[in-house]
């Protein structure tokens, strides 16, 4: 759901963090978070008649990811696209 300030929430379920466990790196966790969060604010994806989407708030099950998914990335708060895991356009 979209929050009026431009936080969007979404919640996935236990299969998910289950799934990470057994294939859990850094990398792969920082990955996933940014694939989802730049997928999620692309403005092309986004109601104009909406908040934009500024921020990405992610649940597991309807709450906050414990410490085995992820347990490289700091879920606790929302999460900004990071431009460092774009392509470089050249």
């Not at 694939?35 to 709450?63: A, C, F, M, W, Y």
Request: net charge negative.
């Amino acid at each position: 759901y979209l929050l009026p300030h431009g936080e969007l929430v979404v919640n996935f379920s236990r299969e998910l963090q289950e799934e990470y466990v057994r294939t859990s790196s850094a990398s792969m966790e920082s990955l996933f978070v940014q694939g989802v969060v730049h997928t999620l604010t692309q403005s092309v994806l986004q109601n104009p008649q909406d908040p934009k989407v500024r921020n990405i708030r992610i649940l597991v099950e309807d709450e906050v990811p414990t410490d085995a998914f992820p347990s490289h990335i700091d879920l606790k708060g929302p999460v900004i696209p990071d431009a460092q895991w774009l392509p470089a356009r050249g």
